[in-house]
Each structure stands twice: as C-alpha cells, then as structure tokens.
C-alpha cells in the first residue's frame, strides 16, 4: 500500500467518491533525519497500512495541508497520540473536534527544517495551502493547489479532469482559479516555490512527477507567474 517516491519519501492512496465522481487522494510520509514521520494530508489508516508506517519509524508529525485536506486528520491523530497534529489557520474554527491541532507558522519547524522547506500559498485564503519542499529527494509536495488526474478513470472522473483543466498535464485546476483574491500575493508564492531545485513533484490528484518536473511546475505555476 505504502510505495517508495524518493530516499526517505513513500506515498499511499485513498480511493472514494464525491457527489458520485470517483476521486483519490494521496498521503506523503516523510522520514525525518531524526527517524521519526511526517505524514502530509492523511487518509485511512488500515491495520495494513499502520503496520506499513510502524515499519518506517515512529509518527510523530502530521499534517493537515489545507483547509481542504483535513477528513481523516483526527483518525490519524487518534491512531498516533505520541504524534502531534498540524492544520492551517481557521482550520480550528472550521474543525473544533481536533483540540489538539496547532497552527502551521509561516516559517518551517526546526525540527524539520533539515528536511522540509515550505511555502504558505498567499492569496487563496479558501483553501489556505501550503507547499512543501523535501530536499533530501527534490520532491515539490502540493495538494489542490496543482492537479494531473491521468491514467485510466471512470468517465465522470475524466469529465471533471477535463473540465478543471487537469487531464492532460499538471495545472491549477479551473476551480482554484476562481478562488484566488490576491494575485499580486499568489504571483510572490509561485515564484519562491519556482526557486527551489524541484527533480519531482508530488500531488493529492492524483500524479507523481518523476520526468521533467521543472519544466511541469513552471508551466503550471505560469497561471500565478506569468
């Protein structure tokens, strides 16, 4: 369940449906220098899959990207109760069961920081996302802000795909277009994104670019940039 992206990164899938359009999102596990885990944008954790991630090292980090990727923040926390739990700001407001979730800052961790670099995505403050960089890897760890739904899918997957703009190559989907209230803002946070030296880029929908990621992440982060 749990495959291999880079050195020190695996990722694993949910599959489910959202208003009858079959959908999957992806987990990042990051193990940290320290040997402990950082899990980005849970899902389910099976007894399988618990067993996959005990096997890594131990939880002790986990994150919700978004105040859209948040469903199985609480399962995850209540699955690892040594592991502290991380969600965007208004996260709490929007999810007051998760009492113990703090504040992701602005600014990376220290704890992290030898591994991960971030960027709080400015200008979207609906869904209030911020992306990763783990250097170790080179790997770029997005969640809704950029989408490719390739491979085969159901026919009113590849519609939706299609019709966000997100079947034929990584892109901002349509609908997160619509979202951004500051352009000016959302321009600086491409573009700092753009400066790390990305090898491959890791998204929730539903791809993971291991050929040409720059070149990939340029174009579609040239919606903010260009």
């Given at each position: 369940m749990i495959e291999a992206i880079g050195p020190d990164i695996w990722h694993a899938q949910h599959h489910f449906m959202v208003r009858r359009i079959p959908v999957s999102s992806r987990m990042t596990v990051v193990r940290l220098r320290d040997g402990t885990?950082?899990?980005?944008?849970?899902?389910?954790?099976?007894?399988?899959?618990?067993?996959?991630?005990?096997?890594?090292?131990?939880?002790?980090?986990?994150?919700?990207?978004?105040?859209m990727h948040h469903l199985f923040a609480g399962s995850a926390a209540r699955a690892y109760p040594q592991a502290q739990l991380y969600g965007p700001p208004g996260l709490s407001a929007k999810r007051p069961s998760l009492q113990q979730m703090q504040d992701l800052p602005r600014t990376v961790l220290p704890q992290w920081s030898p591994d991960l670099d971030q960027v709080f995505f400015e200008g979207l403050p609906f869904l209030d996302e911020t992306a990763w960089f783990h250097a170790p890897s080179g790997t770029l760890i997005l969640t809704d802000l950029c989408q490719w739904w390739q491979g085969e899918l159901p026919f009113l997957a590849r519609l939706f795909a299609r019709l966000a703009g997100v079947r034929a190559g990584l892109a901002v989907p349509r609908t997160v277009r619509l979202l951004v209230k500051d352009r000016a803002a959302a321009r600086a946070s491409a573009m700092r994104i753009l400066a790390w030296p990305i090898e491959r880029v890791v998204v929730a929908h539903n791809s993971v670019i291991a050929r040409n990621a720059m070149p990939a992440a340029r174009k579609a982060l040239g919606y903010f940039t260009g």
């Open positions: 885990l950082w899990l980005h944008s849970p899902i389910p954790l099976s007894d399988a899959l618990r067993a996959q991630l005990d096997e890594l090292g131990s939880v002790r980090h986990i994150v919700a990207p978004s105040k």
